[in-house]
């Protein structure tokens, strides 16, 4: 194949619009990159990249007098933002790296297709394709695309010593687009370079750390960099790859098994001094720090037993989402070590009456005491946690009129 067969998004009247108005004066452009990867590979396609041997004040002048938006994001480094019909493509001009400084570069614009394919990082990385859907592959990297193998652009070392998060990104795209094992060259690689995972930032980590845990091959990948002695740098502690790999095994039996947030906390979090570093370590919002605090606590409540009234408890006490995730972690962690006495009937049903269970709502409330006589003070919270007590004793049974009775 050397013509993308299905590929909507490339003959879209906004992207043609661009490639339209850059395409001028010999100037070319191709789509590069993911979005080129994904339609061969039959995958979504969410960002569109442009590569163009225009320059980038040409790429401004060219689009705004067609009517679009250019936004200079990174005009410095040859890269213009356009805005078609409501859509942003990203424009970049064909470069080659002089010098390298970590993530940043000393760049050279140019018109050589293979050049500027050569700076990139995986073959599966620098695949073009024209406005008519006409393959470009200066590198083999439609042939690596197909067979599933991510291979580093050239020597892998000096690959990875130009952005340290490279190494991350090798085993993330393999968990999202590999077949078979790592490639071995670029696996040895990043074992030498791991001390470089220490100089990166929490947000670079966590941004692909999320996207890795989430990923098809993830448990497979994940065990490796435990093997390399990449994963205790990464995550800053120790893991549990056993029971991240049983969590991503109940894909089928639930969405929230690749959820980042509990996919971390399964593989790192022990207690919940683990859950803060790992919070930390990965950037999480504070909405996933509430997650993963709320999904631990879940546990107590439901290692016990899976019996309806645990699950109540945990409805009542942390919400359906925390008790979902609560059941999944204990769920993993059973299944990663008890072997064939494993019984997954339980855990199936018990997820089913946590998703349909209504959660039951305490019914009485300050007011209701306040009407009952009693009066505003110390006492009335007492008074109303212990009505509360009678009422979780009751299996959350006791009514309003029941359990004001009781005053």
């Known amino acids: 194949m050397n013509r993308l067969q299905d590929a909507p998004w490339l003959f879209a009247p906004g992207i043609q619009r661009v490639f339209e108005a850059v395409e001028q004066d010999g100037d070319r452009a191709r789509a590069v990159g993911g979005a080129v990867r994904n339609a061969i590979l039959g995958q979504p396609v969410s960002d569109i990249d442009i590569a163009t041997t225009a320059v980038p004040k040409a790429v401004v002048d060219r689009v705004q007098a067609a009517g679009l938006k250019a936004v200079a994001t990174g005009i410095d480094h040859g890269t213009v933002t356009v805005i078609s019909e409501g859509v942003p493509y990203e424009l970049t001009t064909l470069r080659q790296d002089i010098e390298t400084f970590g993530r940043q570069a000393r760049v050279h614009f140019g018109t050589d297709w ?4 050569q700076r990139r990082d995986f073959t599966l990385n620098a695949l073009y394709a024209d406005r008519n859907g006409r393959l470009f592959d200066p590198l083999g990297g439609l042939a690596d695309c197909r067979a599933g193998i991510v291979r580093f652009i050239g020597d892998p070392d000096q690959r990875i010593r130009e952005d340290y998060l490279r190494i991350l990104r090798f085993f993330r795209m393999h968990a999202a687009y590999g077949t078979g094992p790592l490639d071995p060259e670029g696996l040895d690689a990043c074992a030498r370079q791991r001390d470089g995972l220490r100089h990166l930032s929490a947000e670079r980590i966590g941004a692909e750390m999320k996207k890795l845990v989430s990923a098809r091959e993830a448990p497979y990948c994940i065990q490796e960099m435990e093997d390399r002695g990449l994963l205790e740098i990464t995550t800053g502690g120790i893991s549990r790859t056993a029971d991240f790999a049983a969590l991503r095994s109940l894909d089928e039996y639930a969405e929230e098994a690749s959820h980042p947030p509990l996919c971390f906390t399964v593989l790192a979090g022990f207690v919940s001094e683990d859950l803060h570093r790992v ?60 072997g064939a006495k494993f019984d997954e009937h339980s855990f199936a049903a018990a997820l089913d009456s946590l998703r349909s269970l209504d959660v039951p709502v305490f019914p009485v409330a300050g007011n209701d005491l306040l009407g009952a006589g009693l009066t505003p003070g110390p006492d009335l919270g007492r008074t109303l946690e212990h009505l509360r007590s009678r009422w979780r004793a009751s299996d959350f049974r006791l009514s309003k009129t029941e359990l004001l009775e009781l005053l």
Do not use: C, Y
């Open 279 to 338: 919070a930390d370590r990965f950037r999480l919002s504070n909405l996933d720090r509430k997650r993963v605090a709320s999904a631990l606590k879940a546990t107590s409540f439901l290692e016990p037993s899976l019996q309806p009234r645990h699950l109540r408890e945990a409805l009542v006490d942390v919400g359906r989402q925390a008790a979902i995730d609560g059941l999944l972690m204990i769920w993993a962690r059973t299944r990663a070590n008890a």
């Open 114 to 117: 293979r050049l500027d394919a």
